[in-house]
């Protein structure tokens, strides 16, 4: 599709079917839910300003023609959700220091969230409140470069966010094996990795705020030993420790994708903003405070076990700091530190599949996937979004963990550049649509701001090894056919496709009685 098409796509819901009705009942949601007025008028073809501050949806109408009610985010679980969607604390961040030593280690993470990780959140808070909605990235793109090149931002973060969801039923078992040793393959961990991803996905499949309240549990269990670690560390520091470094010894390629991968994906909480209560101000304050605690959450242990554990670069790989745990605290530390691991994984991968599989929601309420990713169940969630999320997990959970980490960093670096082209292309073309949160810096500020961050892009997919680069632009491939080929079926109507008529229009310049031309 053209990208020329971009300023004639607006909401004209007339033109496409309505949807059909969910699987399921919207039934009766949970005590305190939040309930949208039953008096409310109906839907007409004239969008609401883009992005305007407390426009949310609730949802393609189910058969009744009311939304089922849905429940939304506070400001607690929100920032827990997105510190799990970027982090989860300090395990996997090992490898850092084996690659380039305790400085670079501490230096790196340091810098890169002033490089990256700022203003990654800073993008993620403007565009995330101008679109309050579930498609996230998937809107931004389009309306800046058109539907065609927003759906290949979808398929890329999807995939890139299936794949990274992938790791953590594996890492799960790779933290109990220890203890049973059945778990370390065959039938047992295979049966095992089914399960776990079952039980999890049905975590998701209860609610969005669940899956919120369980990030706080997970999280408090999961930091509270390393915050013993660092007192119990105290006597022991030896600053000078900190200050080790090789230039000459330097694994470059492990030490730059480690420090990427825990510290990206801060826009995949894009995709649940139009589960938020009031995105307009409630998202960018999150961000805020889940930067803070996810640089502090890195910083504290690597502080810690650097300065009070003698050098052993050797020994700086996944799980190293269960090790540093028993030399500081003991064996009953070490316990704790492998079950915080463990569990920690589950945090993970609830909070990658809720914005993965509301992002496929979204999609299908923008019209660019057919219409039953947008039934929801009779909790509020994206039934076939979890569905197939879920399948995607349970077919590349056979994949290395460094296979997963290049690959999901290549295809993420290429969605991210289109985001960022499109955040500077919104700020050019839509100077004067609503904002509810504004990046305080002009457009040439923003451009400065952004040199750093795709510099590091490049680099990440310029270290990228061949075998990586040649799966993941198969991938990319997959998508560059795979949305034509969608229209076609829509054009024969062998799916059902339809816009949700309560979302804002996808350009801010439209008329209201404009068609839909996609």
């Given at each position: 599709?053209?990208?020329?098409?971009?300023?004639?796509?607006?909401?004209?819901?007339?033109?496409?079917?309505?949807?059909?009705?969910?699987?399921?009942?919207?039934g009766?949601?949970?005590?305190?839910?939040e309930?949208?007025?039953?008096?409310?008028?109906?839907?007409?073809?004239?969008?609401?300003?883009?992005?305007?501050?407390?426009?949310?949806?609730?949802?393609?109408?189910n058969?009744?023609?009311?939304?089922?009610?849905?429940?939304?985010?506070?400001?607690?679980?929100?920032?827990?959700?997105?510190?799990?969607?970027?982090?989860?604390?300090?395990?996997?961040?090992?490898?850092?220091?084996?690659?380039?030593g305790?400085?670079l280690?501490?230096?790196?993470?340091?810098?890169?969230?002033?490089?990256?990780?700022?203003?990654?959140?800073?993008?993620?808070?403007?565009?995330?409140?101008?679109?309050?909605?579930?498609?996230?990235?998937?809107?931004?793109?389009?309306?800046?470069?058109?539907?065609?090149?927003?759906?290949?931002?979808?398929?890329?973060?999807?995939?890139?966010?299936?794949?990274?969801?992938?790791?953590?039923?594996?890492l799960?078992?790779?933290?109990?094996?220890?203890?049973?040793?059945?778990?370390?393959?065959?039938?047992?961990?295979?049966?095992?990795?089914?399960?776990?991803?079952?039980?999890?996905?049905?975590?998701?499949?209860r609610?969005?705020?669940?899956?919120?309240?369980?990030?706080?549990?997970?999280?408090?269990?999961?930091?509270?030993?390393?915050?013993?670690?660092?007192?119990?560390?105290?006597?022991?520091?030896r600053?000078?420790r900190?200050?080790?470094?090789?230039?000459?010894?330097?694994?470059?390629?492990?030490?730059?994708?480690?420090?990427?991968?825990?510290?990206?994906?801060?826009?995949?909480?894009?995709?649940?903003?139009?589960?938020?209560?009031?995105?307009?101000?409630?998202?960018?304050?999150?961000?805020?405070?889940?930067?803070?605690?996810?640089?502090?959450?890195?910083?504290?242990?690597?502080?810690?076990?650097?300065?009070?554990?003698?050098?052993?670069?050797?020994?700086?790989?996944?799980?190293?700091?269960?090790?540093?745990?028993?030399?500081?605290?003991?064996?009953?530390?070490?316990?704790?530190?492998q079950?915080?691991?463990?569990?920690?994984?589950?945090?993970?991968?609830?909070?990658?599949?809720?914005?993965?599989?509301?992002?496929?929601?979204?999609?299908?309420?923008?019209?660019?996937?057919?219409?039953?990713?947008?039934?929801?169940?009779?909790?509020?969630?994206?039934?076939?979004?979890?569905?197939?999320?879920?399948?995607?997990?349970?077919?590349?959970?056979?994949?290395?963990?460094?296979?997963?980490?290049?690959?999901?960093?290549?295809?993420?670096?290429?969605?991210?550049?289109?985001?960022?082209?499109?955040?500077?292309?919104?700020?050019?073309?839509?100077?004067?649509?609503?904002?509810?949160?504004?990046?305080?810096?002009?457009?040439?500020?923003?451009?400065?701001?952004?040199?750093?961050?795709?510099?590091?892009?490049?680099?990440?997919?310029?270290?990228?090894?061949?075998?990586?680069?040649?799966?993941?632009?198969?991938?990319?491939?997959?998508?560059?056919?795979?949305?034509?080929?969608?229209?076609?079926?829509?054009?024969?109507?062998?799916?059902?496709?339809?816009?949700?008529?309560?979302?804002?229009?996808?350009?801010?310049?439209h008329?209201?009685?404009?068609?839909?031309?996609?």
């Amino acid at each position: 599709m053209a990208s020329s098409q971009r300023s004639e796509v607006a909401l004209a819901p007339a033109v496409r079917d309505p949807p059909p009705p969910p699987p399921s009942g919207s039934g009766s949601a949970d005590i305190g839910q939040e309930k949208p007025s039953q008096n409310a008028e109906p839907a007409t073809c004239a969008a609401p300003p883009m992005g305007e501050e407390g426009t949310e949806h609730q949802g393609l109408p189910n058969s009744s023609g009311a939304a089922p009610s849905l429940r939304k985010l506070s400001m607690v679980p929100l920032i827990f959700i997105i510190f799990y969607e970027v982090s989860g604390g300090p395990f996997g961040i090992e490898d850092t220091v084996g690659a380039a030593g305790p400085l670079l280690a501490i230096v790196g993470f340091l810098a890169l969230p002033v490089i990256w990780s700022i203003p990654e959140a800073l993008i993620t808070a403007e565009l995330g409140t101008m679109f309050p909605e579930n498609s996230g990235f998937v809107v931004w793109v389009a309306s800046a470069l058109g539907p065609y090149w927003g759906f290949q931002q979808g398929w890329m973060k999807w995939l890139s966010g299936v794949i990274d969801n992938a790791l953590y039923p594996v890492l799960f078992l790779d933290y109990l094996k220890s203890a049973v040793p059945a778990l370390g393959g065959g039938a047992p961990r295979a049966v095992s990795v089914v399960g776990l991803t079952a039980l999890l996905t049905l975590l998701n499949y209860r609610g969005l705020t669940i899956v919120g309240w369980a990030a706080i549990c997970i999280g408090v269990f999961s930091l509270t030993p390393f915050l013993v670690m660092g007192l119990i560390s105290i006597p022991k520091l030896r600053p000078a420790r900190w200050l080790a470094v090789d230039l000459h010894d330097v694994d470059w390629n492990l030490y730059l994708n480690t420090l990427f991968w825990n510290l990206n994906y801060w826009d995949s909480v894009s995709t649940i903003s139009g589960e938020v209560k009031n995105p307009g101000k409630t998202l960018p304050k999150a961000l805020f405070y889940a930067v803070i605690f996810v640089v502090v959450g890195y910083l504290y242990p690597l502080l810690a076990g650097t300065g009070a554990v003698p050098l052993d670069r050797g020994q700086w790989t996944d799980g190293y700091f269960a090790d540093i745990a028993k030399l500081l605290g003991g064996a009953w530390l070490m316990w704790w530190v492998q079950a915080a691991a463990a569990v920690s994984n589950m945090g993970l991968f609830v909070a990658e599949m809720s914005s993965d599989s509301y992002q496929l929601l979204g999609m299908a309420e923008r019209g660019m996937l057919p219409a039953f990713f947008a039934w929801r169940s009779r909790y509020g969630t994206p039934l076939i979004g979890i569905l197939f999320s879920a399948s995607g997990v349970l077919l590349l959970s056979t994949m290395s963990f460094q296979e997963i980490v290049a690959a999901e960093n290549f295809l993420y670096c290429f969605g991210m550049l289109m985001e960022f082209l499109s955040f500077v292309l919104l700020r050019v073309r839509m100077p004067d649509a609503p904002r509810p949160y504004r990046v305080p810096l002009g457009t040439a500020g923003c451009v400065a701001m952004l040199v750093p961050a795709t510099a590091l892009l490049v680099a990440v997919l310029a270290l990228s090894t061949l075998k990586v680069a040649l799966v993941s632009l198969g991938a990319v491939a997959v998508g560059l056919v795979l949305q034509p080929a969608l229209r076609f079926v829509e054009k024969k109507r062998w799916l059902r496709f339809s816009v949700n008529p309560d979302l804002p229009g996808i350009d801010v310049t439209h008329q209201p009685d404009d068609p839909l031309v996609v």
